[in-house]
């Protein structure tokens, strides 16, 4: 697939991504998924050379391994299997983006099952790591069909925790922060006085009206919104690098 | 040397009656002991209650009836994402599950192993890991923080059926693949514990397959040993073979319909050992 001129809606929600970990420092970052491994990525690339990023599976590489790339050269710098990982999720040491199957105005998370428990409608992932990620680090979520089903004003099930359940558990929630909410549309965040998801940016080409139309419940949303940041000349070369098979736009297709 | 600790698959599947608790070792669709959750799968045992982090063992087991209860934190067989079986056994209310985060599992496991009653976690607060599973509880801490944590209990296994790529007789076991995964927490977590390996090999070639920190199995974890060559296919064994994702695509494909289920049970699991591994490899 051949990516189209100029920068591509999958090219800005991949800068948009990596600009969630612009200022971790040294920490492994560990954005799950093809986007946003894709922008996650581009920031050790470009601004964010020192965080620690695995190959997907348990080592920690130190030069920018591209994706969907059979058998990519990797310079290993550590073993990190998953006992280990535990370790470092469970020292802070971590900034993880996850899916969201739901998700709710205060950043409650679900993508472990649609329904009641003891039936689900639908069984999904599990709670896998979720509940001990937004308890002991920062998350931020990535959402790559920006809709109502989605963005909901309840979710059935909270895997990762929101903001509400984070305050009411007063100082035992102080490691938990959600950073920001990427989607195909925009970018969303938590800077408002009670933490309720806020719209932070629409993507070039899409309009303010066009978030509220998607979203299932009422966004804090400032008087003047600003467009999300194009891609540098710097940044589509290293995307050219990193997803060289163009599975960005396969993703989010332009619209 | 070693004694010898070798079993059939038959006596491996013997050892576990009806409703108890099974640990199953490996990680998603990968390195799972599937000759034995074959053999499982065949046998008339049932009303299991399963622990994994679960793949195919998980699917293949509620498909084939002997589950009642999962211990989970997720089932999912890696390249496609929802284990269809453990979907439509969810679905239609044939199992129940127990809702675990990944690291809450871990600490069960290790409190098994530890034999203490629980081990304190931060995880699980706030999320609805609590309100899924009533009968967990939060400790307090006895000193000045007096911080409110989650008591993850113990959890014990009756059986642990684990896979290596390489074991003695004694049942030490080595692992050559980059992630050991949990498989010696799930050994030192149960009663009785089963090993298969790609291969058995004398006590002396051990470290002629890996370093001294690759054999992450030794035989105070095991009560006994079964070579199954090509045992954990479907699922991934490198370096000895990756995962057979036509394959994996063929199981997914059988949770479509009963008819279609009924004959992939006919072809690859009411069969033996030797001839699925004949059939497989055709």
């Known amino acids: 697939m051949s990516a189209p001129a100029g920068p591509t809606r999958a090219d800005v929600c991949a800068v948009a991504i990596a600009e969630c970990f612009r200022d971790d420092g040294e920490i492994v970052a560990n954005p799950i998924g093809t986007l946003p491994m894709i922008g996650g990525r581009l920031a050790k690339a470009t601004f964010a050379p020192q965080l620690l990023m ?14 969907g790339v059979e058998r990519p050269e990797k ?30 105005p205060w950043g409650n998370q679900n993508f472990a099952f649609i329904g009641s428990h003891e039936r689900p409608r639908a069984q999904l992932l599990g709670m896998r790591g979720a509940p001990g990620n937004t308890i002991n680090h920062r998350t931020s979520y990535w959402v790559p069909n920006h809709s109502p089903r989605v963005f909901v004003p309840s979710v059935d099930v909270v895997s990762g925790v929101g903001y509400d359940r984070a305050a009411a558990l007063g100082d035992a929630a102080r490691f938990h922060e959600l950073v920001c909410v990427v989607t195909d549309l925009c970018v969303l965040d938590f800077r408002t006085p ?16 066009d978030v509220v139309a998607a979203t299932g419940f009422e966004l804090v949303i400032d008087a003047d919104v600003p467009p999300t940041r194009l891609p540098e000349p710097e940044e589509l070369d290293w995307l050219a690098r990193i997803d060289p098979n163009g599975l960005r736009h396969r993703e989010v297709p332009d619209p | 040397m070693v004694p010898d600790k070798r079993v059939t698959i038959d006596e491996v599947v013997a050892e576990i009656r009806d409703g108890m608790t099974v640990g199953i070792g490996g990680w998603g669709s990968r390195r799972k002991p599937m000759a034995l959750v074959r053999a499982l799968a065949r046998s008339p045992v049932r009303d299991l209650t399963l622990v994994s982090y679960g793949g195919p063992d998980v699917g293949l087991l509620c498909r084939a009836g002997k589950v009642r209860h999962v211990v989970y934190a997720f089932v999912s067989l890696d390249s496609i994402a929802l284990e269809p079986h453990f979907r439509n056994a969810r679905q239609s209310g044939a199992v129940t599950t127990t809702e675990l985060d990944e690291g809450m599992f871990l600490l069960g496991l290790q409190a098994a192993a530890w034999r203490v009653p629980f081990l304190p976690t931060r995880v699980g607060l706030g999320s609805d890991v609590l309100a899924c599973n009533p009968r967990l509880r939060t400790v307090r801490s006895p000193y000045d923080d007096g911080e409110e944590l989650v008591a993850m209990p113990a959890l014990q296994l009756d059986v642990a059926l684990v896979h290596m790529h390489r074991g003695d007789r004694g049942g030490n076991g080595q692992y050559l693949n980059v992630d050991p995964y949990f498989d010696d927490l799930f050994c030192m977590a149960a009663r009785r514990r089963f090993m298969s390996v790609e291969r058995l090999v004398d006590t002396e070639q051990l470290l002629a397959g890996g370093p001294p920190q690759s054999l992450r199995i030794n035989r105070l974890m095991t009560d006994g040993v079964v070579e199954t060559p090509h045992g954990a296919h479907f699922t991934e064994c490198v370096p000895d073979y990756p995962r057979d994702e036509a394959f994996q695509r063929e199981y997914a494909e059988s949770a479509r319909s009963d008819e279609a289920w009924e004959a992939f049970r006919a072809r690859y699991v009411d069969v033996t050992e030797a001839e699925y591994q004949s059939v497989v490899s055709r």
């Open chain 1, 75 to 104: 310079v290993v710098g550590a073993w990190n299997p998953y006992r280990a990982m535990f370790d470092v999720v469970w020292s802070g040491r971590r900034h993880v983006m996850m899916g969201a199957s739901q998700i709710d």
């Open chain 1, 54 to 67: 695995t190959d997907g599976e348990a080592l920690l590489v130190e030069n920018v391994v591209p994706v």
């Open chain 1, 194 to 209: 009670d933490h309720r998801m806020r719209l932070r940016s629409v993507h070039p080409g899409v309009s303010v009206d």
